[in-house]
């Protein structure tokens, strides 16, 4: 492998099992944040509508630990993963924990999340490609709206 770390990346969807405030997030980040930091686990986090999506990348165990314990963590229910794929590079290195809450228009049938998120509930397969550029977008909004994505 020629030094290279092998990396997992893991997007799911879930509902969260109660409506979360500022606060709540804001918590739910900091703890999050410093665990990844720990576990060399970074990813993209978007709420809203009282769903989580994520994204999330790492070492295979760690992402395999981090993946046993969103199973059992009572803040969500309907976890549902949509792709665990190797990955060569990581694609959110500078973020621990990137976040953005995310109107609620765009969890919508008609926009691409909102599709995503659509065809989950449905058991649908995922469109990998098409999953990737929807965060990939977000990643791009945030340069150019200078903090947009991780704002709490």
């Known amino acids: 492998m020629c030094g290279r770390m092998l ?11 109660r409506a979360y405030d500022e606060d709540d997030l804001i918590a739910l980040l900091r ?8 576990d060399n686990i970074t990813g993209l986090l978007l709420y809203g509508n009282e769903r989580f999506v994520q994204t999330i990348e790492g070492p295979p ?18 976890y549902r993963e949509l792709f665990l794929q190797e990955a060569k590079t990581r694609a959110y290195k500078d973020w621990s924990m990137a976040f953005r809450h995310v109107m609620p228009e765009e969890m919508l049938g008609f926009t691409p999340l909102g599709e995503l998120l659509q065809a989950a509930d449905r058991g649908a397969a995922t469109d990998l ?5 929807i965060f990939d977008g977000f990643v791009r909004d945030r340069d150019a709206r200078h903090g947009a994505v991780d704002s709490l």
């Open 31 to 38: 703890q999050s944040r410093q665990r990844n930091l720990e």
């Open 129 to 133: 490609p098409n999953a990737a550029a």
């Open 7 to 17: 990396l997992s990346r893991l997007l799911y969807v879930s509902a969260a099992a």
């Open 61 to 78: 165990g760690a992402v395999d630990a981090l993946r046993a314990r969103l199973r059992r963590d009572t803040r969500h229910h309907s």
